[in-house]
C-alpha cells in the first residue's frame, strides 16, 4: 500500500563538506571500497550555461554515508571508480549520467537503472519525483534541478538538493526491483541493466563531428557553399564557447548561425547586421565568422549536401521502392505494439524500431530463422527481446518472403 505522500526536505544523513582535496578524496575512496551493498550515484551538470556535458558534482551514498565530491578539483575520478568496482551502481536514467560519468574515468559493471526500471514495470511517469512519490510515497524537492552547478561555493540549499536524489535512490531500487518481479520482468530488466554497462564510453570528440548538421533551422539551406559556411561557423562558435566554457547555444543561437550561413555576408559589418552577433564578445570575434563564411564561398573543403546512410529510406518510400518490405514491416509493427500492451512494455524497449526497420528492408539472406535471431543480434537485440519476437516474425517472414 503506498503511503500518504510526504514532503522530503532534507536527507536522512547530515550533508558532509565538499571532496575537494587530493586527501579527502583517497579517504573517501578507502571508505567506499570498504563499505557494502549498492551505492548511488548521481551528477549535476550545468547544460545551458557551461560547456560540454562535464559534471560539476558527483554524488554517492553506500552504507548509510553520503559522499559530495567537486569533480572540478582533480583530474579524473578513477580512485573512486576502482573503488566501486564490484558495486552495483544504482542510478536514475543512466544513459543520462553517463556521458559526465565516462568523462572522469567512471563507468559501472553492475547496475540498477531506476529509471529504465520503472518504464520496463510501465508506469506511466518515470522520472525520479514520479518514482518516488507513486512507490516511497515522498515528494522531493526539485526546484534546484536547472542551477548552474558549476558555481563555487555551491550553496547549503543545492547541496541539500544534490544530497536527496542519492539518499533515496538505494529504497527506490529495492521497491522497483520488488516490483519488476512481482510482475516476472526482473530478468529482462538485468539483461537490459547489463547492456547499458556495455555501452561504448562516450567521445565528445567524435560526438561533436558531425552534431552541425543538427542545427535547428538547417532545412532552410539549399546550396552547398551555404552549407559549408554553416558547418565553418559552428565549429568556430563551438571553438570559442569551449575556450570560454559558455554553452555553445548560449553563446549564439542556432538561428543566427543559419542566418549567416544563408546570407553569407564577406564583410565585418554585414556580420554584424545579422541579429545575435552584435554581444560585445561576438563584436571582438566578427572576422572569425568572416573567414568561416569566406572559406566556404571558395569552395575551401566543402561539405557534401547529404552523407551517406545504410539505414533504410523513409517508411513512406517503401511504398513504390520496396512494397513487400512495407506489408512486413507493417504486421512485424503490430506485434510489437501486441506485445508492448500484453507486457505493458513501452514498445521501443520491446525493440528499438531501427532494428525493425532494417531487417525488414533488408531481411539476412539466406533466409531463415537462426539468420533472422543472429541478426536480431547483431543489431543490438538483447536475448529477452530475440525470444520474445523471433518466432513471431520469423512466421511473417517465412510468409511473405516465399510467395
Known amino acids: 500500500m503506498v503511503p500518504e505522500v510526504v514532503p522530503l526536505d532534507s536527507p536522512s544523513v547530515p550533508i558532509p563538506p565538499i571532496i575537494d582535496t587530493e586527501r579527502a578524496l583517497h579517504r573517501a575512496a578507502d571508505e567506499l571500497a570498504g563499505a557494502s551493498g549498492p551505492v548511488a550515484v ?3 551538470r550545468a547544460q545551458g550555461i557551461r560547456y560540454g556535458r562535464r559534471a560539476f558534482l558527483v554524488q554517492l551514498k553506500r552504507d548509510n554515508k553520503i559522499y559530495l565530491i567537486d569533480p572540478e578539483a ?8 576502482d573503488a566501486l568496482t564490484d558495486a552495483e551502481w544504482v ?9 559526465s560519468l565516462d568523462m572522469l574515468g567512471m563507468r559501472p559493471k553492475h547496475l540498477f537503472d531506476t529509471e529504465l526500471g520503472a518504464r520496463l514495470a510501465g508506469m506511466e511517469r518515470v522520472n525520479l519525483g514520479a518514482v518516488v512519490e507513486e512507490l516511497l510515497g515522498y515528494r522531493l524537492a526539485k526546484k534546484h534541478s536547472k542551477e548552474d552547478w558549476s558555481t563555487r561555493p555551491l550553496p547549503k540549499n543545492w547541496l541539500n538538493y544534490a544530497s536527496l536524489d542519492v539518499d533515496v535512490l538505494i529504497d527506490l531500487r529495492d521497491a522497483v526491483e520488488e516490483l519488476l518481479d512481482s510482475q516476472g520482468k526482473l530478468g529482462i530488466a538485468r539483461e537490459e541493466f547489463a547492456h547499458l554497462c556495455l555501452m561504448p564510453a562516450f567521445d565528445e570528440q567524435q560526438y561533436r563531428a558531425e552534431r552541425w548538421r543538427k542545427t535547428k533551422g538547417r532545412n532552410e539551406l539549399r546550396s552547398v557553399r551555404q552549407l559549408t559556411a554553416l558547418r565553418n561557423l559552428w565549429f568556430e562558435r563551438d571553438k570559442l564557447a569551449q575556450k570560454k566554457d559558455i554553452d555553445s547555444k548560449r553563446l549564439l543561437s542556432d538561428a543566427a548561425l543559419v542566418a549567416a550561413a544563408k546570407t553569407m555576408p564577406h564583410t565585418v559589418p554585414g556580420i554584424l547586421e545579422i541579429p545575435g552577433f552584435q554581444t560585445r564578445l561576438l563584436k571582438r570575434e566578427a572576422p572569425r565568422w568572416v573567414r568561416a563564411i569566406t572559406d566556404a564561398a571558395r569552395d575551401h573543403d566543402p561539405v557534401p549536401y547529404s552523407t551517406p546512410s545504410s539505414a533504410p529510406p523513409p517508411l513512406k518510400a517503401w511504398e513504390t521502392k520496396r512494397p513487400e518490405s512495407l506489408a512486413i514491416f507493417t504486421e512485424v509493427r503490430e506485434v510489437i505494439n501486441a506485445l508492448s500492451e500484453r507486457l505493458d512494455i513501452p514498445a521501443q524497449n520491446i525493440i528499438n524500431t531501427e532494428y525493425a526497420r532494417r531487417l525488414c528492408w533488408e531481411p539476412p539472406e539466406p533466409y531463415s530463422q537462426d539468420a533472422l535471431a543472429a541478426a536480431l543480434y547483431e543489431c543490438g537485440a538483447r536475448q529477452w527481446q530475440v525470444q520474445l519476437l523471433a518466432p513471431q516474425m520469423h512466421q511473417i517472414f517465412v510468409a511473405h518472403l516465399e510467395k
Open 74 to 81: 582533480f583530474k579524473d575520478l578513477r580512485i573512486i571508480n
Open 91 to 99: 542510478i536514475h536514467a543512466a544513459i543520462q549520467d553517463f556521458p
Open 42 to 44: 548521481d551528477t549535476e
